[in-house]
């Protein structure tokens, strides 16, 4: 604070996620910051306890599992200021009373993005050497090696990588992308011509993008106005044999319409994301060579969540001396964040 003092913080997360993400060394430095009353960290805040503890609390950390921020739990906290996310969305807790009684909201959607660009960017690689499906082919053909030659050509000189969403991950697949041979064009419609060419692409129309990829990587929000962005009629755009990459959202991705074309062979699809999540038991993608499904594992997993964590402190910490902070979530982007 101004003054000197340190606030009163509480940390509001399931306790998986604080026993990942807040090892002593976050503790540490976290009690370095701010005044840590019992109890430290909630799952829930309706108990007794939690609601006396709130009457005192000025800022929040939350992440993963924190209860919806309603009106009346937020009455409990009449002196809270500022809430900084140790993840990335906020959507599922973060209420339109958050933005009336105008409290700071932060997040570590920045540094989330960062494993999912990495994934994107080996699944890329993958895709293009076929790596994955080859690896499906293996358990059938023992004898020989010659089914490597049966997935057209095994390259990633001169491929047409396609991305969707010019988002944080978005930036950050482009930008690495640009170290390869590769021609990256990206689909965005509030992105700029400029900023997207710097980065690495070429912004183009998405019918454009579609029909000419090699490689189509999705990463756009899951809003109303994405759902099923890409359907039965823009995967009959892409070209035989591509590969669908999904690291966003399963409902940005029309899964009927994409189990018809991979059952036909036609196009290789990379899922670590699905709608529903998991797939049902029955669905047709659990056993075709040419799928590979991940458990949602691009994001933040084990000693990457503590990045965000430490992001989060870095925010309590511009926010005490006076500092802006660098990753605000505001209540006009609010209704189009991921």
């Not at 370095?32 to 007794?48: I, R, S």
């Not at 029909?211 to 189509?216: A, G, H, I, K, Q």
């Not at 966003?248 to 709608?275: F, K, P, Q, S, W």
């Amino acid at each position: 604070m101004a003054d000197g003092r340190r606030p009163q913080a509480l940390l509001v997360m399931d306790s998986a996620s604080f026993g990942v993400q807040f090892h002593d060394e976050q503790l540490r430095r976290l009690r370095g910051l701010a005044e840590l009353g019992e109890p430290v960290m909630t799952e829930e805040l309706d108990t007794p306890a939690v609601r006396r503890r709130l009457r005192e609390v000025e800022v929040l950390l939350t992440s993963w599992g924190c209860p919806e921020l309603t009106a009346e739990r937020l009455a409990d906290a009449p002196r809270l200021r500022a809430i900084f996310h140790c993840a990335g969305s906020v959507r599922f807790f973060v209420t339109d009373e958050v933005w009336r009684r105008g409290i700071l909201v932060t997040t570590a959607a920045d540094e989330n993005a960062i494993p999912v660009a990495e994934f994107t960017l080996a699944a890329v690689i993958f895709a293009g050497k076929k790596a994955p499906f080859l690896a499906q082919d293996a358990r059938r053909h023992r004898d020989d090696w010659s089914y490597a030659t049966r997935r057209g050509e095994l390259s990633n000189r001169r491929r047409t990588i396609g991305v969707v969403g010019f988002s944080r991950v978005g930036r950050r697949v482009v930008e690495r992308l640009r170290d390869l041979e590769m021609d990256v064009l990206v689909a965005d419609p509030y992105a700029g011509r400029d900023e997207v060419r710097a980065a690495g692409g070429e912004l183009v129309p998405l019918t454009d993008l579609l029909s000419r990829c090699d490689v189509l990587t999705l990463h756009v929000p899951a809003l109303p106005a994405t759902r099923h962005l890409i359907g039965a009629a823009e995967l009959a755009l892409l070209r035989d044999g591509a590969t669908v990459i999904n690291t966003a959202r399963g409902a940005v991705l029309d899964t009927a319409a994409l189990e018809r074309e991979c059952v036909a062979g036609r196009l290789d699809a990379i899922l670590d994301v699905t709608e529903p999540e998991p797939l049902p038991a029955g669905s047709p993608l659990y056993d075709l060579p040419n799928v590979m499904i991940t458990p949602h594992i691009a994001g933040s997993l084990g000693s990457e969540t503590r990045r965000m964590s430490e992001s989060a402190l870095d925010e309590l910490e511009r926010h005490l001396s006076g500092r802006p902070p660098r990753a605000a979530v505001t209540a006009d982007e609010f209704p189009v964040s991921a």
